[in-house]
Structures are given as C-alpha cells and as structure tokens.
C-alpha cells in the first residue's frame, strides 16, 4: 500500500525537476537568441534542433503536471475513503493514461515558453527581415523605447527578474509578481488593472501575458554594463 506521505515527497521531488526543466527552457531561449545574432535568420538547422528540444521539455512539463494533477484527484478521493489507499497506485496510472490519451501534440505549440522562444527569435530578426504592418513596427518601437528606461516592475517596484510583456497594453510586468497578483484577485472576485500609471487596461488576465526573453536579455545586459563601471 502506498502512503500520502510517499506521494508527497514524490511530488515535491516531481516539482522540484519541473522547476529544472522551466531553466533549461530559458537556457536554450539564450542559446537560440545568441545564434540568431551569429546567423541573422530563423531557418538555420540549429535553430530547428533547439525548436525540439523546447517542444520536448514542454511534452515533459505536461506530463509532469497530468501527474499531479492526477495525483491530486486520487488523494482527494482517498482522504474521504481510506480504504482507496490500497488502490492509490493503479488509481493513478488510470487517472494519468485518461489525461494523455486527450493530449494532443499541437497544444505543446502553445506552452508559455515555447510562446516565448518563437517570439523572440522573431523579435530578434533584423526589421527587414520580419512580415509586420506599419502600426505593429510603431507598438514594437514604443514598447522597446519603453523598456530601455524602465525594468522596474511596476508591482514590485524592484527591477524584473522574469519579464512578461501584457500583450495588449504593452507593458511589463515581474511574471512572480503579475501572476500571484491576478490569481489573488481573481481569488477575491475582482479584476485585475494594469498597475502603468494612464493605462486603461482594466482587465488583465494571465493569457495576455507572455515571457519576453529579449527583454530580460536586456536587463541582465544592462546589469553587466552597470557592474563593470
């Protein structure tokens, strides 16, 4: 028989790797980005082989939180009847083969920080080089000028560490900070406001958000130059 005691400590062992792969993730975006400026395009081999290996850690996130969540379905239901612990494991297997049977492939496209890797290496490329209209050139130069002035969140009143881009207002906000601010909102029964001052954006929710790698790329950069005088 399997104990709730074993099953967390599986858990927070399964959290913690989870918490591994989101760097590895952010390491790869670097990589990519770094190869864009030797290379100049978004075709080359190197750039597809690091596309898999996000679409791979991704595929890996997702099973990792079919578990738990899984997990979490079984434990629930065996808290309230004790005698289901004899069950746990083969309660969770069925549980976690039920969730993958309904994934599918193309939902990996859509995981925050493959999102993130493609829109930066887009946003890398040289003007010329990229398929925009006019008026999204003009929001892209006035959400960099902005972003040259200011990496202080505007929550934390600190300098970004995980910069998400709000992608209809533009403006930026720590991913920690953003995050936990609209679930505690939401929590509440209220809406979450953009926090830049004049901002009209009155509800933002959490998939208006993306990871902007470029963006903490520049802070980190600009933390280097600072460092060095």
Known sequence: MTSLSAVNSTLTSL?????DIGTGMDMVTEVALDLVECEGNANSAGLKKLEDMMLECAKLDREINFFVEAVDSVTARARQDPAALVALSNSVKAEFSRMMEGASDAELGRHAKVVAFKDSIKNSLPEANQPETEAENLDEDIALTQSQINFTCPLTQVEMVNPMRNKKCQHYYDQEAALSMIKSKQKN?????????????KDVKPADLVLDPIM?????????QNAKK
Do not use: W
């Open 15 to 19: 959290k913690t790797c989870q918490t």
């Open 216 to 224: 903490k790329r520049r802070i980190q950069q600009f933390k280097k």
């Open 189 to 201: 029964g209220k809406k979450f406001r953009c926090p830049v001052v004049g901002c009209d954006n």
